[in-house]
């Protein structure tokens, strides 16, 4: 049991490149769930997904596209890459509400 | 969306207790009491979970007040490896769930 896995886990892009981060889960999880974190700040919540071919903005989702078409997939793409975009990226997974989110370890994203 | 606030920091000491508060006065009836904690920059470990009623695992306790307007995870007997920085999340309980994180209070665990 993997949990949730994430790739690449490291990537260096250059501004207006375009790639796809992908997060796999082999818990049958309905829930999906992106996030990034800048230094020194919490997580913010990009995109989401509540079911497969399903989903949803969160707080941040300005410049990322997501989809899911595999239950056990959730895709986050960049279609041209901005500096700002610089950051740490959390994939998460849930049965749904009231059960725990699992996250996976994460993929550094660095635009230059 | 129901907002949390913790502490920036706080400091403990090698095998005390670590009693870590959290205020979520806005916070709706069905909506739960998440804590996970961040090692450096892994991904969140979650910690426990609760909505009405105090909740204990290995890891810790949570004790939710009567009115659910603030809580307090209690990390027993805490070790250095227990440094970490502690988020209280009131979970959505639509919009898919989701989790919304604040700033979190970095704990430090001393000799």
């Known amino acids: 049991n993997a949990g949730v896995t994430q790739t690449p886990k490291f990537r260096v892009l250059k501004t207006g490149q375009s790639m796809t981060l992908l997060c796999a889960q082999d818990m049958n999880h309905e829930y999906m769930y992106w996030y990034r974190q800048d230094p020194g700040m919490g997580l913010r919540l990009i995109h989401y997904s509540v079911g497969e071919g399903t989903t949803a903005k969160g707080e941040v989702p300005d410049g990322y596209n997501v989809s899911r078409l595999k239950k056990q997939n959730f895709l986050l793409g960049l279609e041209s890459a901005a500096p700002s975009q610089t950051s740490v990226y959390f994939c998460?997974?849930?049965?749904?509400?009231?059960?725990?989110?699992?996250f996976g370890e994460g993929s550094w994203l660095t635009v230059v | 969306d129901a907002k949390t606030t913790q502490p920036p920091s706080m400091d403990c000491a090698e095998g005390r207790a670590a009693n870590l508060p959290c205020n979520h006065s806005?916070?709706?009836?069905?909506?739960?009491v998440y804590w996970y904690r961040q090692i450096h920059s892994q991904g969140p470990q979650y910690i426990i979970h609760?909505?009405?009623n105090n909740e204990t695992n290995e890891m810790a306790s949570l004790i939710i007040t009567e009115d659910r307007k603030s809580s307090t995870l209690i990390l027993p007997h805490a070790t250095l490896r227990d440094t970490a920085v502690y988020y209280c999340?009131?979970?959505?309980?639509?919009?898919?769930?989701?989790?919304?994180f604040g700033q979190g209070t970095e704990l430090s665990v001393k000799p």
């Open positions: 998460a997974s849930s049965r749904g509400p009231g059960n725990t989110i699992y």
């Open positions: 999340i009131v979970r959505v309980d639509n919009q898919g769930g989701k989790l919304i």
């Open positions: 609760g909505l009405k």
């Open positions: 806005t916070i709706s009836g069905n909506e739960y």
